[in-house]
């Protein structure tokens, strides 16, 4: 059973509205990037699926519960959330009580608790952290313990906001495969401005583009992430793949633009210049 | 003679068995744009720190070395000096702003230099103006977009007057737009008023095409030290694991199928415009 948002729409209190009738299906183990500029209503739309955030119209559907019926901490259960800024989640003294909280909360077993304790802390490479406070570690570091500390009880949505944010090449090499081990099981959404690091997965994710708490475009992303105009209304730079190739374009050579892959550039371009010789 | 010169650097942190730099040799000329980059934990945070003197005088630990700036060794002499030759501009602009008004954010460095009221003015105004932040001047720091929030932040260290800027991760918690905003700035002011730049950056996609030589760093040694299109495509920058932009690889990839182009491309339109030379399409840009 999937996420469903059924025309939701949500101000908040001091008359802002962020959402202005998004429809949305998150399907098992579906991977969807959500991407827009700031102020879209990325963040506000994905605290409405572990009903942090309520829709003041509209209905939000978690395996069939309408949100509105169901506390955070049983929604948590299924639809773990992994907060932009890792300050605003992380509380405990170290980061081994921080990885083990919600699993004790969650009612593991302790000797299940050490066990995932222990793989969360070698998969995010935090061991030599286990005793230290979170709040002593770098910012990209304290990112890392958020998204372990969630990840860790394995809900069966696992939605991230901007997880790239601060982290190093090998960190993101090393997340892109813990997400990829994990669609295996469970679903997967993403709130990323990171489009390069969008565009090297394999399978790629749906993207959704949200634009004034609208929804501007959804679809695949070899056709969204290389359409300029779609791009600039959603504040996004395009992929340095697609904008290679309408340069090339611009030049006078005839080459496809709604590519992504590195591959397929390298062999449009071979028979490209092959052609023109 | 080099603006920043570097030699036999070690720096251990106090309470830490690790070295943080070890033995690091560098030198910069004026007017040079360094991009420093390498996995996090290389020591490229304890570096910059080291070139304004927050290294040795604010932050205990083992100094090895020499660190010479504009002249000036950075253990003779104290931060609030260096700060006047030396900018440092900090990944997260929060900690950087604290005042009411972007304006007042710009004029506290010079105020506290004690500076005569028109100097402080005269600064002020060409720090807000060189960073495009004179509209902006009397909104308060945390109304701002994160890349406004950085370039003010760059804007009250310039008020310093330096000739080095030295910026930790700028964009790193920045949107594209944001970043591409602060990378153009830093671009104008080396390129329009001559100004230094290092800048530690992991987005070398957006940053290596306005570099004269990138920099990487490994467990707290220099690796790599070159123009951005050789150290792009070494050996050892994918040893150390960096992200090379996709024009770089799109480049190897076709070299790997004959198709040289004559030099790396950093842009997505300099490759363009190679392929098409390559190609012999007659320049139609």
């Not at chain 1, 633009?257 to 550039?265: F, P, Q, R, S």
Request: glycine letters at 8%; a negative charge.
């Amino acid at each position: 059973m999937p996420i469903v948002l059924e025309d939701v729409w949500y101000s908040y209190p001091n008359g802002v509205e962020a959402l202005r009738g998004v429809s949305l299906t998150i399907g098992d183990r579906d991977f969807v990037v959500i991407m827009g500029p700031n102020g879209a209503g990325k963040t506000t739309l994905v605290k409405t699926f572990n009903g942090l955030v309520k829709p003041t119209r509209g209905h939000v559907l978690v395996d069939g519960v309408d949100t509105r019926r169901a506390t955070v901490a049983e929604l948590a259960r299924r639809v773990g959330l992994v907060f932009q800024n890792p300050d605003h989640q992380l509380f405990c003294e170290t980061v081994e009580e921080e990885i083990a909280f919600a699993l004790r909360n969650f009612g593991f077993t302790e000797e299940e608790v050490r066990k995932r304790v222990d793989w969360a802390l070698r998969a995010f490479g935090l061991e030599e952290y286990r005793d230290t406070s979170p709040l002593a570690l770098s910012g990209g570091e304290k990112k890392r313990v958020a998204i372990a500390s969630v990840l860790v009880w394995e809900p069966k949505y696992l939605v991230l906001d901007e997880p790239t944010l601060g982290q190093d090449y090998a960190q993101k090499e090393k997340l892109r495969k813990l997400i990829n081990e994990l669609l295996e099981r469970a679903s997967v959404v993403m709130v990323s401005h990171d489009i390069e690091f969008i565009v090297d997965f394999r399978p790629r994710p749906r993207v959704v583009l949200l634009a004034g708490g609208r929804v501007l475009a959804e679809g695949r992303a070899e056709e969204l992430l290389t359409d300029l105009e779609l791009l600039k209304k959603a504040s996004l730079v395009r992929p340095q793949v697609p904008e290679i190739l309408d340069c090339l374009c611009d030049l006078g050579l005839k080459v496809r633009t709604d590519v992504l892959d590195l591959l397929e550039a390298r062999d449009i371009i071979l028979s490209a210049v092959g052609a023109g010789r | 003679m080099p603006i920043v010169e570097v030699e036999g650097l070690s720096f251990t942190y106090k309470g830490s068995r690790k070295k943080a730099l070890d033995n690091v040799d560098l030198s910069i000329e004026e007017g040079e744009f360094v991009i420093l980059t390498g996995p996090s934990g290389c020591g490229k945070t304890t570096f910059c720190r080291c070139l304004n003197g927050l290294i040795p005088h604010f932050y205990p630990g083992d100094f090895e070395g020499q660190v010479v700036v504009a002249g000036l060794d950075t253990r003779e002499h104290e931060i609030w000096e260096l700060s006047q030759h030396v900018g440092l501009v900090f990944q997260n602009p929060e900690n950087q702003l604290f005042c009411l008004t972007v304006e007042a954010d710009v004029a506290f460095g010079p105020e506290n230099l004690g500076l005569p009221r028109h100097e402080i003015r005269k600064r002020v105004n060409w720090a807000l103006k060189a960073t495009g932040m004179w509209e902006l001047r009397h909104r308060a720091p945390h109304e701002l977009s994160g890349g406004q929030q950085q370039r003010a932040a760059i804007a009250a260290v310039l008020a310093m007057r330096p000739k080095v800027l030295v910026l930790d991760e700028p964009t790193s918690f920045l949107d594209p737009a944001g970043a591409a905003e602060v990378l153009s700035i830093v671009a104008r002011l080396n390129k329009q008023h001559g100004i230094t730049v290092i800048l530690t950056e992991h987005r070398l996609d957006m940053a290596a095409a306005l570099a004269d030589r990138v920099i990487v760093m490994d467990r707290g040694r220099v690796v790599l030290n070159g123009p951005p299109g050789e150290v792009l495509t070494s050996e050892e920058a994918r040893k150390v694991g960096i992200g090379i932009p996709k024009v770089v690889r799109l480049y190897e990839l076709l070299a790997g199928r004959g198709l040289r182009l004559p030099r790396v491309p950093l842009t997505p339109r300099e490759m363009a415009l190679l392929v098409a030379e390559v190609a012999g399409i007659a320049d139609s840009a």
